[in-house]
């Protein structure tokens, strides 16, 4: 239909933080005056990976239109130029910037963010969706479980295990009931595709999920969602409903004798769910406590029952490898990393957001292409962050490293979900390792010593480094503590928490040497061993350190050195993020 | 503080008996009290037959629920990945100071409690903080004054 006006506006979480209902409202009434409302059809779509407020799109005589930036203000304008006048509005009109961010992505589980409807099954299904369920169940289930596996595709929350392999796991364990789980409880600080792909693509995963419901022989299933993302559950209850109502779920699918049930289950903030068994245990009413491996849950998984957990990023690749087939979709990406791979990158890039790209391309075409470069051009980069708290930094030497699961692991971090959080030279990586350690420490189930107590111990002399009470031998202590809860931890939490310590001190051992023996901290970040005193040559007298500080430590007149008051400065640092020169050290 | 058990008992009453059903209970007594009280506790305890003490040991491990009232409105600071990198944690700082409450305190007129969470997932947004459902990005101390306001003018409003 491509005759068909429309206006697409991105709803997600970040649009409608960015005042896109009253964007919505406000093309609602404007159309109606200008007598257009008939004309163009007004569409609520996900976030589209990219943060620009709110995203506009006029699909209509002039081909398709991107408006970023727009605030209700300029709905006026943008009726009234473009829809009315048949002219581009230009002061909203998105840049190259925007076109380039997606030109250098491959989108398969984004395709339809901030494209479709996520709340209206029928554009779900114009953009091929349900095609693959409605082949596929009529084939004997192994057929879906040969082309997963011909696929080539791997765990996209983590671990990176053959999804093929996991489903003949289940299928083949002996069980009258069995379940499908999906892991959407996406804890990774840095990492939001899973939410986006909920948002603005939920009955991808719910069809990904009926498919390996079929493959495994299950017909109940769980979705296990963060309760930290609201509107998630909320477009997914939607999506299930609907798919029920149109007889794609519940008993006898599409008429036969299949059936599939599927259920949300709302997480109650414990990032240690996010690991299989602690997830099982939280749906069955208890602590999230991790249990040893084997039974795998494949084995014994939820009440006992064979259980095939995947998460939301794998689930939604599913449906176009049933479409389109295994050897479409290993076109992409390397000879052991299959397909495509959803990143979220954020930090001190310029374009920040979801970035879909075949596996195997390199860290810095990640940053240089769709991030855009670095986000402030003079301050170069320091390190990126990869796979969250279980990941590690790596540094700028290592930006050619492909992003595959063995190329990775390989540097000492790991895939993980897809965060990609970029640093410069404003950032401390002492303190980013101390930053994840408090993290791990908070969310340790508390069950095994090592993680439990090493952790501790560990969060405890990091924070003697940053506040300048280091000594050397407190980093051999990091390194051998770091390696014993690596190799005594029961799950996936504790034997990854040191990562980001150790591949920190293994990329920047002079940024650990500078804070244990000279007691600096070279990125100014650690706020004991800061002076807070205005270098005279750098000082621009621009006055924006006074104007920051909330406690008026800074005293500044025009023309006039600003001077520092110890005495009343509380060592926030305002000073330090308002000063563009580099003059307070 | 007694509170209205009728409230819990038709929570029980609307709940199934089956697998699974304590964590759905607790999270809806939280929904409509705020925290879990004590009495609720016991009453879901008795109705359900097991142990207060596994009650708590749940409630004590999800980051989520509450054993004390909350403030009218919860001020969640995003100390994600992306957020520290740009400075989350001197919003936090912050809030803490203007406020006059550590994270999980709550303001002594009971309209704010401050809590900091691992990510809200807008990283593209950091730093993100979020006042009771409403998100907002790239706050800095300037902003957080700004927000403090308008949700105290939000609270006298309605009262």
């Given at each position: 239909m491509?005759?068909e ?5 991105c ?6 933080a960015?005042g896109g209902?009253?964007v919505?409202a ?5 159309l109606?005056?200008a ?5 163009y059809r ?12 709110v995203?506009v799109d ?5 081909g398709r239109t991107t408006?970023e930036?727009?605030r209700?203000?300029?709905?006026e ?5 473009h829809i009315v ?9 998105a840049g190259?910037?925007?076109h380039e ?8 589980v984004?395709?339809n ?7 209206c099954?029928?554009?779900y299904c114009?953009?091929g969706?349900?095609?693959?369920l409605?082949?596929a169940?009529f084939?004997?289930?192994h ?14 929350g983590g671990?990176?295990f053959p999804?093929?392999?996991?489903w003949?796991?289940?299928a083949?364990?002996p069980?009258?009931q069995?379940?499908i789980i999906?892991n959407?409880?996406e804890?990774?600080p ?5 939410r ?11 069809e ?8 495994v022989?299950a017909t109940e299933?769980?979705i296990?969602?963060r309760a ?5 559950i ?5 999506a299930i409903a ?5 007889g794609?779920l519940?008993e ?13 289950k ?14 099982i245990?939280s749906i ?9 491996k084997?039974p ?8 006992g029952?064979p259980t095939l ?9 599913v449906?176009?490898?049933?479409r389109n087939g ?5 076109q992409?990406g390397t ?5 495509t791979?959803?990143?979220?990158l954020?930090?001190k890039?310029k374009?920040t957001g ?5 596996m195997?391309?390199?860290?810095r ?6 991030g855009g ?11 990126v ?7 590690g930094?790596?540094?700028?030497s ?5 992003v595959?699961y063995e190329?990775?692991?390989?540097t ?5 979900s897809?965060g ?6 404003q ?15 908070a969310e340790?189930c508390?069950?095994?010593?090592p ?5 501790k111990?560990m969060l405890?002399?990091?924070e003697?480094?940053c506040s300048?009470?280091?000594?050397p031998?407190?980093?051999d202590?990091?390194?051998e503590?770091?390696e014993?809860?690596?190799?005594m931890?029961?799950c ?8 980001p310590v150790?591949t920190?001190m293994k990329?920047y051992?002079?940024?650990?040497a500078?804070?244990?023996?000279d ?6 970040v650690c706020?004991?061993?800061v002076d807070f ?8 007298r621009c006055?924006?350190?006074s104007r920051?500080c909330p406690?008026e430590a ?8 600003a001077k520092i008051?110890?005495?009343r400065c509380i ?5 330090i ?9 | 503080?007694s509170i ?5 008992e ?6 199934g008996?089956?697998k699974g ?8 007594v939280?929904n ?5 009280p004590?009495?609720?506790v016991d009453c879901v305890a008795?109705t359900?037959?097991?142990f207060?003490v596994?009650?708590y ?10 054993l004390e009232?909350?403030g009218?409105?919860t001020?969640r ?9 740009m400075g ?5 700082d912050?809030f803490s100071?203007q ?5 999980g305190?709550?303001t ?5 409690s401050?809590e ?7 990283c593209?947004?950091a730093?993100?903080?979020a006042?009771?459902?409403?998100f ?5 101390m ?9 949700w105290?003018?939000?609270?006298e409003?309605?009262?």
């Open positions: 491509s005759t006006k429309k206006i697409l506006i709803l997600g979480t970040s649009g409608i960015a209902k009253a919505l406000n093309f609602e009434t404007h109606a005056q007598g257009k409302a008939d004309e007004l569409v609520s779509v996900g976030d589209r990976g990219l943060f620009r407020d995203l006029v699909i209509d005589g002039l408006y930036h727009v209700p203000e300029d709905v304008d943008i009726v009234q130029t006048g048949g002219e581009l509005y230009a002061p909203r009109a190259a910037d925007y961010f997606f030109a250098s992505q491959t989108r398969i984004l395709a963010c901030g494209e479709i409807n996520p709340e099954i029928d554009e114009a953009a969706g349900y095609a693959a409605q082949a169940i084939e004997p289930a057929m879906l479980t040969d082309t997963v596996k011909a696929s080539g595709l791997r765990g996209r671990g990176g999804t093929g392999v996991k003949q796991f289940t083949d364990a069980g009258e069995k379940y999906c959407a409880d804890g990774d840095g990492a939001f595709m899973d986006a792909i909920l948002e603005g693509d939920p009955h991808a995963v719910v990904g999920m009926i498919l390996a419901g079929l493959a022989g299933g769980y296990y969602c930290e993302y609201p509107l998630a909320a477009r997914l209850e939607v609907q798919a029920t109502e149109r794609m519940g006898s699918i599409l008429n036969t004798p299949k059936s599939f049930t599927l259920k949300i709302a997480g109650a903030g414990a990032f240690v769910c996010g690991e299989e068994t602690a997830l245990a069955e009413g208890k602590r999230g406590n991790p249990v040893s084997p795998f849950p494949a084995q014994s998984g939820l009440w029952c957990i995947n998460n939301v990023e794998t689930f939604a690749n449906p176009p490898i049933v295994a050897e479409w979709f290993a992409y000879e052991n990393s299959k397909g791979k959803v990143f979220a954020a930090g890039v374009n979801l970035v879909e790209v075949p195997g391309m390199t860290i075409h990640l940053v240089d292409g769709p470069g670095m986000l402030v051009k003079r301050l170069p980069l320091k390190g962050q990869l796979g969250g708290p279980s990941g930094c790596l540094p700028a290592l930006l050619d490293t492909p595959d190329s990775i692991t390989q000492g971090a790991i895939m993980g897809g990609m959080v970029v640093m410069d030279t950032s401390c990586m002492v303190d980013i390792a101390r930053f994840f350690v408090e993290f791990t420490v340790s508390g069950k095994c010593t993680c439990r107590v090493g952790l111990r405890e002399i990091l003697d480094i300048g009470q280091g000594t031998a407190h980093l202590f990091l390194s503590m770091g014993t809860i690596k190799s931890s029961l996936g939490l504790g034997q990854t928490a040191p990562n150790l920190t990329y051992p002079e940024e650990y500078a804070h244990v023996e007691r600096e901290c070279p990125a100014h706020a004991e061993l005193v205005v270098d005279d040559d750098k000082c621009i006055g924006a350190c920051a406690a800074v005293h500044w007149q025009k023309g006039q050195l008051d110890s005495d060592q926030c640092k305002a000073c993020s308002a000063c563009k020169f580099d003059a307070i050290r | 503080m209205d058990i009728t409230k819990v038709s929570i029980l009453a609307a709940s008996r089956g059903v304590l964590i759905p209970i607790l999270q809806a939280q409509e009290f705020g925290y879990v004590r009495e609720a008795e359900l037959d097991v207060p596994d009650i040991g749940i409630l004590t491990f999800y980051s989520q629920f509450y009232p909350r009218r409105y001020i600071v995003c100390q994600g990945t992306a957020c520290h990198v989350s944690k001197e919003v936090l912050h100071r406020l006059g409450i550590e994270d305190g709550t002594e007129d009971g309209v704010f401050l900091r969470v691992a990510c809200l997932g807008c593209g947004m730093p993100v903080v006042v009771g459902e409403e907002y990005g790239a706050v800095d300037t902003k957080a004054d700004e927000l403090i306001a308008t105290r003018a939000k609270a409003e309605s009262e």
